[in-house]
Structures are given as structure tokens and as C-alpha cells.
């Protein structure tokens, strides 16, 4: 079993539509998770980084942990066609700059 | 401010050839890692420096795969000799320090072997 799992995709939704990304974890120890984006042919970058249960905003962006379920969802208000891209969760076991395991990634096309 | 830049982008080798990969990191970022990104999985460590020392290379391959980062700047990560399952992506990342949370990435060596 995957230590990180996440829904491949593809997924594809018309601009404007709430988007939910999801993730799920098999290690009780992850404490900070993060969601990064990347673009085709460019590197990941840091969309949102989270250390507790519950919710974090920041713009159109929503990122949920519950722990409790080892479970994680970002989602995407008033989704755009450039939010198309891949979407990689991401967590750790400690603060800093340690191993981050990565999920495998989710394929978003947002449709004009 | 400058990002992370690598090189080649793209690199073409035959099984059993080496291959060398570079990067230089952010300007003052002490922390620099290495990933592999096969196609359609998220990225693994393979190996993180702090300065010029060695922090983590438990995921890295060691009878095949070596970086050094001299001087505590730009680093290299070479493949030798190349096996099929080598075809990646190959990510370098660099943070302002051990304990900072954002990881910056650079947009990674594309490499096939054939």
C-alpha cells in the first residue's frame, strides 16, 4: 500500500465550477501537508501548506485536513482555465525541510 | 529574484551510457534536493544536501546514481551506467534552510533511454 494515495484523474470540469482534489494517508505521523501545482514541462510550485485539522483559504483555493480519516481535499472555487495543471499533494512527518512523500498527481483541465 | 535553473532540459541515451544532470539553486538557499519524477507519479527524493553535506540519500540508488554538490552551491547528479527504467523527470528543489517549508523547484531534465 501506497503511503500516499491520490486519484490519478483525468478530470474535467467547465470554468466556473467548484473543483475537489482528494488525497488519503496511510501514516499516522504526517503532521504537514501541502498541495503544489504543475504546469507541463515546469517544476512543482507551493499552492498551500497546512499543519492542522480543519480548514486554511487563501483566494479561491480551500485546503481541508482531517486527520482523523488521513484524509485531505483541496478545493477550487470559480475554477479557471489557467488552474488547468497537474495537482500533487504532498506531507511530511516533521517540520522542516524533511522528506516530503508526494502523491501521484491529479490531471485538471478547466473547459472554457 | 533568479529561480532554479537545470540543464540540460532534454537528454536522449542509449541503456547503459551515463549521464550527468546540473543545477543551481537559488542564490543562499543552503538546502538543495534532487527528485525523480516517472511519468504520471508524484516526485521522490532521492537525495537532499544541506550546504555540501549529505542529509538524506536513503531512496538514492548508489550503485548507479551519485551527486555531490561541491563548495555548497551548484550540484550534479550523474546516472552510470543508465537503465530503461531511469526514463524521468529529473527535479531539482532548493529552500533557504533546513527548517523553511517551501521548497522551490526548477524546471527538471527530461531524460529517455532507449
Known amino acids: 500500500q501506497k503511503e500516499v494515495e491520490q486519484d490519478p484523474g483525468p478530470l474535467s470540469v467547465p470554468e466556473g465550477a467548484i473543483v475537489s482534489l482528494n488525497c488519503t494517508y496511510s501514516n499516522s505521523a504526517f503532521q504537514y501537508f501541502m498541495w503544489y501545482r504543475q504546469y507541463s514541462r515546469k517544476g512543482p510550485e507551493l499552492l498551500m501548506y497546512?499543519?492542522?485539522?480543519g480548514n486554511k483559504e487563501d483566494g479561491r483555493f480551500t485546503a481541508q485536513v482531517d486527520k482523523s480519516s488521513k484524509y485531505i481535499s483541496l478545493f477550487i472555487r470559480d475554477s479557471q482555465p489557467s488552474d488547468s495543471a497537474t495537482y500533487l499533494c504532498a506531507m511530511k512527518v516533521i517540520q522542516g525541510a524533511q522528506k516530503l512523500v508526494f502523491g501521484q498527481g491529479t490531471r485538471l483541465t478547466i473547459n472554457p | 529574484e533568479a529561480g532554479v535553473a537545470q540543464s540540460p532540459r532534454y537528454k536522449i541515451i542509449e541503456k547503459r551510457q551515463s549521464v550527468a544532470f546540473w543545477c543551481n539553486p537559488i542564490?543562499?538557499?543552503?538546502?538543495l534536493y534532487w527528485y525523480q519524477q516517472i511519468l504520471g507519479q508524484g516526485p521522490k527524493l532521492l537525495i537532499q544536501f544541506q550546504n555540501n553535506g549529505v542529509v538524506d540519500d536513503s531512496q538514492l540508488p548508489k550503485d548507479r546514481f551519485s551527486a555531490e554538490r561541491l563548495k555548497g552551491v551548484d550540484s550534479t547528479l550523474k546516472i552510470q551506467p543508465a537503465k530503461l527504467e531511469d526514463s524521468a523527470v529529473y527535479l531539482c528543489?532548493?529552500?533557504?534552510?533546513?527548517?523553511?517549508?517551501?521548497?522551490?523547484f526548477g524546471p527538471g531534465t527530461r531524460l529517455l533511454v532507449l
Open positions: 528543489a532548493s529552500s533557504s534552510g533546513l527548517y523553511q517549508e517551501t521548497q522551490y
Open positions: 497546512t499543519y492542522s485539522s
Open positions: 542564490s543562499g538557499h543552503a538546502t
